[in-house]
């Protein structure tokens, strides 16, 4: 149990379909993260929050789109998305942004475009 | 650019001692990390180095060296269980990770 749950764990979606996947962080940490991960492909950041505070935008697509609405739970918001878009969602929590603090995972939603 | 790079897999033999290089490139430099992915789960953190030498940890070992660019995971009495992929991570002048793509690893009897 790493003290980041995320859900759902599997979710298959059309093209035309708008779903959320959700993220909460139960360590008391500032910092949280959303990655894509594809296969034999680095880790992709694509947002990161610091108390509560959009840092990072990584040109990401609009169609996903972040919230989060304190320092323990963070969604993304899926909609109109692209096969392409299928692969592991990783939501990642750590101490802030701004030191070298190691972070700690989520097990990943894993998405299926179709 | 940045860039991170790991060899994509290798093999060894249960009860042996494997070494995972990382090279890397980066804008400034504020540590490197390595973590440990089984199939299908999370990346769970195995170790941070941020000065140089060997960090040792049980089983598994991390060194680095800032001036080339150079780090490498030493695992000793390899275990099935460490069957994983092992990702290697810099983190850069704005704190931010850096990730290579991972080295798949897989243990045979």
């Not at chain 1, 298959?12 to 909460?24: I, R």
């Not at chain 1, 789109?65 to 692209?82: A, G, I, R, Y």
Request: glycine share 8%; hydrophobic share 30%; with cysteine.
């Amino acid at each position: 149990e790493t003290g980041v749950t995320q859900t759902p764990r599997h979710l298959v979606m059309g093209m035309t379909n708008k779903k959320s996947l959700k993220c909460e962080q139960h360590l008391g940490h500032n910092a949280m993260y959303w990655y894509k991960q594809s296969a034999k492909k680095p880790l992709e950041l694509m947002f990161v929050y610091n108390f509560k505070e959009q840092t990072e935008n990584n040109s990401v697509p609009s169609r996903f789109s972040p919230e989060c609405p304190n320092s323990s739970h963070l969604f993304l918001h899926l909609h109109t998305l692209q096969p392409e878009d299928s692969a592991l969602y990783l939501c990642a929590s750590s101490q802030s942004k701004g030191e070298a603090y190691e972070q700690y995972f989520g097990p990943g939603t894993r998405l299926t475009v179709t | 650019g940045q860039n991170i790079d790991q060899p994509t897999e290798m093999t060894a033999t249960e009860g042996a001692i494997v070494q995972i290089n990382c090279t890397y490139q980066t804008s400034g430099f504020n540590g490197l990390f390595w973590y440990q992915q089984h199939a299908g789960e999370a990346p769970t953190f195995l170790s941070y180095n941020v000065l140089d030498g060997l960090e040792e940890k049980g089983r598994f070992s991390s060194f680095l060296s800032r001036s080339k660019g150079y780090s490498y995971l030493l695992l000793k009495e390899l275990q099935m269980k460490d069957s994983a992929s092992y990702l290697c991570a810099v983190t850069d002048s704005n704190y931010q990770l850096i990730w290579g793509a991972g080295t798949k690893l897989i243990i045979k009897p």
